[in-house]
Each structure stands twice: as structure tokens, then as C-alpha cells.
């Protein structure tokens, strides 16, 4: 059976932009094939900087036959009172290639409809695949993207060739200014070329013969295996950090060498070392296996092992010009205290219409300052941390920071140490930005937690403020992922703040700055709303619990983000025992009488009833344990509970008559069922599960 091979050709490529890439090039690729009704083997897909591949193998040389139904319009809409097809009838069976009185009348649950009987022959598969690639290449989606000469396409980069072939024959399509053909390019210094691919099934081999390995495994896995042996060539490890998996991407063909630097370097704090080479030069730093860096490097170049010596002493160059620079900074950052630069943050702007860092610094010491009362620091912790919210923004005014912007908060740590800060204080301005994207490490310290979530809570509240909100895929303030990082770290933390007065805080201390277009209780809203969506989308796809269950939890409250999920992932451990479908019931019977109603105080010298005073009696007995189980947040033992109240509950509303004639009375038993359903809220509200 045939093989197709789609390589897209591009300038070149950032490493960041192909793991998400490469997803939606198999996803989407191979919808697209099911779509075609093309069956099919194994799909692979492969990047280089310059070009991204799909491969299927065993494809069907022919679509699969289909026939399909699609019903349109009812039948009194498709005929008039004489039989005749209407405008309506004409339409739809014009829209599926066929003529009105060809559509069958059917009769469905809803009454008569007429329905177009679709035949869809087959076809090649070379015509089928040539009519949907420019649809596949088109739909791939980047972080930016950019468009080039007239064409309307969006890309990643520009695309400079297409290949397409399925065996030995060429798929021809389109695409923009371009036309899909057997061609490719080689290693841009080894083979910089174009070259004719004669059959799919030569396509990684006659790469490979112009020095470009196209599987970014087996490029991964030659860099780990080089760099590997030059490390214990110097009794050393590397320092990796993700630097190996970008490096995958920035080459073709690698071929690694070993580098050094002058040892008097080494008097650098370890991040400004580790910064400037792997994150400005892509160079793999070294350890010994105590976790010192040691004066060598290890860089990837993409090509052969030609003029090897001369390209090291260029890379060893370019690397001592950058540890002078950052020397250089690095000391002048040292001859003013950390605590003398807050005047300087005056200066730096935050945006445009939330003013400074020193404004937003000062938002986030009240916002500290709430979170440390709600927690109970003792107040040698509370100091501690308004000293550390005071500080942590001062090192965006140094050089070092200036120059590598990524080194913010790091620095922060280094620069609290040498002006003499206690270590608490240090580690929490250097843990505050943690964590900064989807794999990073949470804050260690428990002040370093409290200051990343009240710091990331001021930075979404301050923008909503002022109607900078995330809309589709744009969230150019990354406010995602700091609501991410929101819960993330609020789910690790043994004294968690409830994050929904930090909100009210924060909020308050950005209104003395700016007024907000909307009322601040709306805008509170909205973010408590944002917030709950990354909360839904962390227990639903990180603790896998059912959707219905996530909502119920949730809706019940989510203040304290930590209790929340684990409500949550008690709901789970719960939902397939033969009591919970009943229990929910019962509750749900609870909280649909009293949708909307406040419950007063219940006064037992009114009831009326027997079945009144067994569910108050049942409710009193097991309120104890109810409290010291939501306490201690045994959530599982807090539902085991409830359990017990599904009797009274059912004998309640099969005796009692909630909506009594007189007014006292039946206030009472509305408040009587309130406070069942509060304590029922405790764990979620019962109402929104789903009862199947």
C-alpha cells in the first residue's frame, strides 16, 4: 500500500514553536484522513528548523465508497399543499448535487422530513489528499505567525517549498505562490540545495544523504549521547534544564564540542553563569557531581566536524565577552543595597494605565498583607513577608536584570543576600515568580508561595480593571498562565489564603489608582470566574474527575482552592458507590426547594409535624461530626455523613408540606430545609450532578 510524505518547507523555525506544532500536524492530519475515508498505518511526524514532515504509511490507494443521510427541512416546509417542492426543498437538495424530487420523505420523532440520500464514490487517493493538504497546512496554528509577499497565508515562517508524495507520484496542489512537487533542500552549509525525492519511500535516506536527520528522536538522542561523553570526559555532568530538547530543534546535523572560559569567572552567581550560556548562547553548562560549575561548556553545531578547533575558540569568544559584560554589571549592581532602589522603581512601568512597578509593588504588600492575616502568620513571618513584597520587584532596576530579563527575581535572591536581607526574605523575592510556565517548579518557602499568588492575583485583578482581558488565543499578558500558576501553587500550600477576598483586595488597592469601567463586583466576578475555569480545566484534565462532579464541587465554592479539589477528588472516590445516586437525589430534593432563599433561624416550638422534628433531630446529631470532618477535610467521611440524612430527608418531604399556609410555619420549615442544604454545600451543591 502506498506511503505519503507531506514535508512543508520554511525558513527557519523557533525550537518552541514544533512540539505544539507537530501535535496538531498528527491530530489534524490524521482527521483529515478519516475525513477522506483513507485508511491507513502508522503516522509519524518529524521537524527540522526548516521544514515539518507528515508520514503515513499503508495508505488506501482509494477512498472507501460512502453513503450518508442528511436531513433538511420538515416536510410540510419542503412541499406546498399541491406536492410541489418549495424553494426550501430545492435548496437543500441543490446544496447536496441533486434534484427536489430525488429527496426521500421520511417519517422521524419530530414528524415528517425530507432527507438527501448522499452517494460518495470512490476516488484516488492522490486527488482526494491533493484537494485537502492546502486545508491541513493552512489550519496549523503557531504562537505568531506572519504573512509574506501577496499571498493571504499565515504560517509560522515563510514556506518555501512543498513536497507531496504518495509513492512515487507527486500529490499536486497549491499553496499560496507555491506548487507541491518531488523537491526538498539539504543541510544549508553540507548540501545547500534542492534535490529530487523519487519515491516516498527514500525520503529520511535521501535526506540523510544530504546531512539532514530528520527525526528529531534520533537527533535528540545524538546530542545526549555526545554531550554525555564529553561531560565525563571532564569528570562532569550537564547542566541541562530543557536547553537538550531545544537543541534538537535548532540543528541538522549536530556535531558537539567541548569549551571553556577563564575560571576567574566563576566568582558570577551560578544563574548569570548558567543564563549566559544556555539561554543566550544555547551552550550546555557543566557540573561536578557536588553541583559546582566548572569553567567548560559544551555547545551543538550543526554540521560536520570540519574546522572544528577554529568554531570552538569563536563560541569560547562570544561567551568571555558576555561574562565580562555581566561581570561588569554585576558588580556596579552590587554598590547599591537592594532596599536604596525602590525610588528607581518609579521609573520602570508596568502599563500604561496601571502606572509603575512601585504602585503595583505597593498593591501587592496590601494584597500580602490580607493573605498573611487570613493564614495567621505569626508576626516575625508577617514582617518577613511584607519586607520580602517591598523588595521583590527592586532588581528590574539593576544591569544584570536590564540585560537578561529572564534572571528577575533570581537576581532578586542574589542582590537581597549581599545587601545583608534574612534568607526568608531572599528565597521568597526569588521563588515569586514561580512558576513561570506549565513545567516550572512551585515556590519551595511558604512565603515564597503566599508572595507568587498574591503577586500573580494583582497582576490578573490590576487588567481586568481596566478591561485587559485573555479573548480566544490572544492573552498577550499571559494572564492564563498566571491564573494557572494561582492554583497551582494554592494547591500546595498548608495555610491556604481564600483566594476570593485576596480578589476584593486587590481590587480595592487598584481602584485608588485608576477607576474601573465597570462596578468592582462585576469585575471580582470575572475573575473569580477565570479563575474557576483553570481550576475546572487542572481537576478535570490533571486529577481526571468527571466534569458533572467538577461543576458541582466548585459551584458549592472554591475559595480555598486546596479544600476545593480535594472536595473534588472526594466526589470521585465516591460517585460509583450504590448510596451516591440516592443521596444526590435526596440533596437535590434539599437544594431545589430553596433556590434563591436566605434560611433564618429554626424555632422548633413551630413545627407541626413529626417528620419536622426527625430531620432537625437527624441534622443536629450528626452536625459535630460534620464540622470536625470539614476541619480536618476528610471529605470522603464528611459524604459518609451526609448519607445518613437521606431517610429523614425523604419521610420529611413525603410528610411535610414545606409551603405551608401560614407564613411563620412555613418560613420555618424553608428554614429548616436551608440548613440541611448548607450542610450539604460543605462538599458541593448536589443539584448539579448528573443523576444517570
Given at each position: 500500500?502506498?506511503?505519503f510524505?507531506?514535508?512543508i518547507g520554511?525558513?527557519e523555525?523557533?525550537?518552541?514553536?514544533?512540539?505544539?506544532a507537530?501535535?496538531?500536524?498528527?491530530?489534524?492530519g490524521?482527521?483529515?484522513?478519516?475525513r477522506l475515508?483513507?485508511?491507513?498505518g502508522?503516522?509519524?511526524?518529524?521537524?527540522?528548523?526548516?521544514r515539518?514532515?507528515?508520514?503515513v504509511?499503508?495508505?488506501?490507494a482509494?477512498?472507501?465508497?460512502?453513503?450518508?443521510?442528511?436531513?433538511?427541512p420538515?416536510?410540510?416546509?419542503?412541499f406546498?399543499?399541491?406536492g410541489?417542492?418549495?424553494?426550501a426543498a430545492?435548496g437543500f437538495?441543490?446544496r447536496?448535487g441533486?434534484?427536489?424530487?430525488?429527496?426521500?420523505?421520511?417519517q422521524?420523532?419530530?414528524g415528517e422530513?425530507?432527507f438527501?440520500?448522499?452517494?460518495e464514490?470512490?476516488a484516488?487517493?492522490a486527488q482526494?489528499?491533493?484537494?485537502?493538504?492546502p486545508d491541513?497546512?493552512?489550519?496549523?496554528?503557531?504562537p505568531?505567525?506572519m504573512?509574506?509577499?501577496?499571498?493571504?497565508?499565515?504560517?509560522?515562517?515563510?514556506?518555501r517549498?512543498?513536497l507531496?508524495l504518495?509513492?512515487g507520484?507527486?500529490v499536486?496542489?497549491?499553496l499560496?505562490?507555491?506548487?507541491?512537487?518531488?523537491?526538498?533542500?539539504?543541510?544549508p552549509v553540507l548540501?545547500?540545495?534542492?534535490?529530487?525525492?523519487?519515491h516516498a519511500?527514500e525520503?529520511?535516506?535521501?535526506?540523510?544523504?544530504?546531512?539532514?536527520?530528520?527525526?528529531?528522536?534520533?537527533?535528540?538522542?545524538?546530542?545526549?549521547?555526545?554531550?554525555?561523553?564529553?561531560a565525563?570526559?571532564?569528570d562532569?555532568?550537564?547542566?541541562d534544564?530543557?536547553?537538550?530538547?531545544?537543541?534538537?530543534y535548532?540543528?541538522?546535523?549536530?556535531t558537539?564540542?567541548?569549551g571553556g572560559?577563564?575560571?576567574?569567572?566563576?566568582?558570577l552567581p551560578?544563574?548569570?553563569l548558567?543564563?549566559e550560556m544556555?539561554?543566550v548562547?544555547?551552550?550546555?553548562?557543566?557540573?561536578?557531581?557536588?553541583?559546582e560549575?566548572?569553567?567548560?561548556f559544551?555547545?551543538?553545531?550543526?554540521?560536520?566536524a570540519?574546522?572544528?578547533?577554529?568554531i570552538?575558540?569563536?563560541w569560547?569568544?562570544?561567551?568571555?565577552?558576555?561574562?565580562?559584560d555581566?561581570?561588569y554589571?554585576?558588580?556596579?549592581?552590587l554598590k547599591?543595597p537592594?532596599?536604596?532602589?525602590?525610588?528607581d522603581l518609579?521609573g520602570?512601568?508596568f502599563?500604561?494605565?496601571?502606572g509603575t512597578?512601585?504602585?503595583?509593588?505597593e498593591?501587592?504588600?496590601?494584597v500580602?498583607?490580607a493573605?498573611?492575616?487570613?493564614v495567621?502568620?505569626?508576626e516575625a513571618?508577617r514582617?518577613?513577608?511584607d519586607?520580602?513584597?517591598?523588595?521583590c520587584?527592586?532588581?528590574l532596576?539593576t544591569e544584570?536584570?536590564?540585560?537578561?530579563?529572564?534572571?528577575?527575581?533570581?537576581?532578586?535572591?542574589?542582590?537581597a543576600l549581599?545587601s545583608?536581607?534574612p534568607?526568608?526574605?531572599?528565597?521568597?523575592?526569588g521563588?515569586?515568580?514561580?512558576?513561570r510556565?506549565?513545567?516550572?517548579?512551585i515556590p519551595?518557602?511558604?512565603?515564597?508561595?503566599?508572595?507568587s499568588?498574591?503577586?500573580?492575583?494583582?497582576t490578573i485583578?490590576?487588567?481586568f480593571?481596566?478591561g485587559?482581558?485573555?479573548t480566544g488565543s490572544?492573552?498577550?499578558?499571559?494572564?492564563?498562565r498566571?491564573?494557572?500558576?494561582?492554583?497551582?501553587?494554592?494547591?500546595e500550600?498548608?495555610l491556604?489564603?481564600?483566594?476570593?477576598?485576596?480578589?476584593?483586595?486587590?481590587?480595592a488597592?487598584v481602584?485608588?489608582?485608576?477607576?474601573?469601567?465597570?462596578?468592582?463586583?462585576?469585575i471580582?466576578a470575572?475573575v473569580?470566574?477565570f479563575?474557576?475555569?483553570?481550576?475546572?480545566?487542572?481537576l478535570?484534565?490533571?486529577?481526571?474527575?468527571?466534569?458533572?462532579?467538577?461543576?458541582?464541587?466548585?459551584?458549592?465554592g472554591?475559595?480555598?482552592v486546596?479544600?476545593?479539589?480535594a472536595?473534588?477528588?472526594?466526589?470521585?472516590?465516591?460517585a460509583?458507590?450504590?448510596?451516591?445516586?440516592?443521596?444526590?437525589?435526596?440533596a437535590t430534593?434539599?437544594?431545589?426547594?430553596?433556590k434563591g432563599?436566605?434560611g433564618?433561624?429554626?424555632?422548633?416550638?413551630?413545627?407541626?409535624?413529626?417528620g419536622?422534628?426527625?430531620?432537625?433531630?437527624a441534622y443536629?446529631?450528626?452536625?459535630?461530626t460534620a464540622?470536625?470532618?470539614t476541619?480536618?477535610?476528610d471529605?470522603v467521611?464528611?459524604?459518609?455523613?451526609?448519607?445518613?440524612?437521606r431517610g429523614?430527608?425523604d419521610?420529611y418531604?413525603?410528610d411535610?408540606?414545606?409551603?405551608?399556609e401560614?407564613?411563620?410555619?412555613?418560613n420555618n420549615r424553608?428554614?429548616?430545609?436551608?440548613?440541611?442544604n448548607d450542610?450539604?454545600r460543605?462538599?458541593?451543591?448536589f443539584?448539579?450532578?448528573?443523576?444517570?
Amino acid at each position: 500500500m502506498p506511503r505519503f510524505v507531506l514535508e512543508i518547507g520554511t525558513e527557519e523555525l523557533p525550537p518552541r514553536f514544533f512540539p505544539p506544532a507537530l501535535s496538531q500536524l498528527r491530530e489534524q492530519g490524521e482527521a483529515m484522513l478519516d475525513r477522506l475515508r483513507l485508511t491507513h498505518g502508522e503516522i509519524k511526524v518529524y521537524g527540522t528548523p526548516r521544514r515539518l514532515v507528515l508520514i503515513v504509511a499503508d495508505v488506501a490507494a482509494q477512498q472507501a465508497a460512502s453513503v450518508r443521510e442528511e436531513r433538511g427541512p420538515s416536510a410540510k416546509v419542503a412541499f406546498d399543499a399541491q406536492g410541489k417542492p418549495t424553494k426550501a426543498a430545492e435548496g437543500f437538495a441543490r446544496r447536496h448535487g441533486m434534484a427536489a424530487t430525488d429527496l426521500v420523505r421520511r417519517q422521524t420523532d419530530q414528524g415528517e422530513y425530507v432527507f438527501a440520500i448522499v452517494h460518495e464514490p470512490e476516488a484516488p487517493a492522490a486527488q482526494a489528499l491533493a484537494g485537502a493538504c492546502p486545508d491541513l497546512i493552512a489550519g496549523l496554528s503557531f504562537p505568531k505567525t506572519m504573512r509574506w509577499g501577496t499571498t493571504s497565508l499565515r504560517f509560522g515562517r515563510p514556506v518555501r517549498w512543498v513536497l507531496a508524495l504518495l509513492d512515487g507520484e507527486v500529490v499536486a496542489f497549491a499553496l499560496a505562490d507555491l506548487r507541491s512537487g518531488r523537491e526538498t533542500r539539504g543541510h544549508p552549509v553540507l548540501a545547500n540545495e534542492m534535490f529530487p525525492i523519487a519515491h516516498a519511500a527514500e525520503y529520511e535516506r535521501e535526506l540523510e544523504r544530504h546531512f539532514v536527520i530528520v527525526d528529531p528522536a534520533r537527533r535528540h538522542a545524538a546530542i545526549a549521547h555526545q554531550t554525555t561523553d564529553l561531560a565525563q570526559s571532564q569528570d562532569a555532568r550537564v547542566v541541562d534544564g530543557g536547553l537538550l530538547e531545544e537543541t534538537a530543534y535548532l540543528v541538522e546535523w549536530p556535531t558537539c564540542a567541548l569549551g571553556g572560559f577563564d575560571p576567574a569567572f566563576l566568582r558570577l552567581p551560578r544563574p548569570v553563569l548558567v543564563e549566559e550560556m544556555r539561554h543566550v548562547q544555547s551552550y550546555f553548562p557543566l557540573e561536578t557531581k557536588r553541583g559546582e560549575l566548572i569553567p567548560s561548556f559544551i555547545a551543538v553545531r550543526d554540521g560536520g566536524a570540519e574546522h572544528l578547533p577554529g568554531i570552538v575558540r569563536g563560541w569560547e569568544s562570544v561567551l568571555r565577552a558576555k561574562l565580562i559584560d555581566a561581570g561588569y554589571f554585576y558588580d556596579q549592581d552590587l554598590k547599591t543595597p537592594l532596599a536604596e532602589r525602590l525610588e528607581d522603581l518609579k521609573g520602570v512601568v508596568f502599563q500604561e494605565k496601571l502606572g509603575t512597578m512601585h504602585e503595583k509593588m505597593e498593591r501587592v504588600r496590601k494584597v500580602a498583607a490580607a493573605a498573611a492575616a487570613q493564614v495567621g502568620l505569626e508576626e516575625a513571618d508577617r514582617v518577613a513577608l511584607d519586607r520580602a513584597a517591598l523588595l521583590c520587584k527592586a532588581d528590574l532596576t539593576t544591569e544584570v536584570v536590564t540585560d537578561i530579563s529572564d534572571l528577575q527575581g533570581v537576581m532578586g535572591r542574589e542582590y537581597a543576600l549581599a545587601s545583608g536581607e534574612p534568607a526568608e526574605v531572599a528565597e521568597a523575592i526569588g521563588e515569586h515568580y514561580r512558576p513561570r510556565f506549565a513545567s516550572d517548579e512551585i515556590p519551595r518557602t511558604q512565603l515564597g508561595r503566599l508572595l507568587s499568588v498574591c503577586d500573580k492575583l494583582d497582576t490578573i485583578c490590576a487588567l481586568f480593571a481596566i478591561g485587559v482581558t485573555p479573548t480566544g488565543s490572544a492573552d498577550p499578558y499571559g494572564l492564563r498562565r498566571e491564573a494557572t500558576g494561582v492554583v497551582s501553587v494554592a494547591l500546595e500550600m498548608e495555610l491556604s489564603p481564600r483566594v476570593g477576598p485576596l480578589v476584593d483586595t486587590a481590587l480595592a488597592a487598584v481602584a485608588t489608582q485608576v477607576a474601573p469601567p465597570k462596578p468592582v463586583r462585576d469585575i471580582a466576578a470575572e475573575v473569580m470566574s477565570f479563575l474557576r475555569q483553570r481550576l475546572e480545566t487542572y481537576l478535570r484534565e490533571e486529577r481526571g474527575v468527571r466534569y458533572d462532579l467538577v461543576d458541582a464541587v466548585l459551584s458549592a465554592g472554591f475559595d480555598d482552592v486546596r479544600a476545593a479539589a480535594a472536595r473534588a477528588e472526594a466526589m470521585q472516590a465516591v460517585a460509583d458507590e450504590p448510596d451516591f445516586l440516592p443521596t444526590v437525589m435526596a440533596a437535590t430534593r434539599v437544594a431545589n426547594i430553596v433556590k434563591g432563599l436566605a434560611g433564618g433561624e429554626v424555632q422548633p416550638d413551630l413545627f407541626r409535624d413529626p417528620g419536622e422534628g426527625a430531620l432537625w433531630s437527624a441534622y443536629q446529631g450528626v452536625l459535630p461530626t460534620a464540622d470536625a470532618q470539614t476541619q480536618a477535610g476528610d471529605y470522603v467521611g464528611l459524604f459518609g455523613t451526609l448519607e445518613t440524612l437521606r431517610g429523614p430527608i425523604d419521610r420529611y418531604f413525603e410528610d411535610v408540606l414545606v409551603m405551608a399556609e401560614e407564613p411563620e410555619v412555613r418560613n420555618n420549615r424553608l428554614s429548616t430545609v436551608s440548613a440541611v442544604n448548607d450542610l450539604f454545600r460543605r462538599l458541593a451543591d448536589f443539584s448539579l450532578v448528573v443523576q444517570a
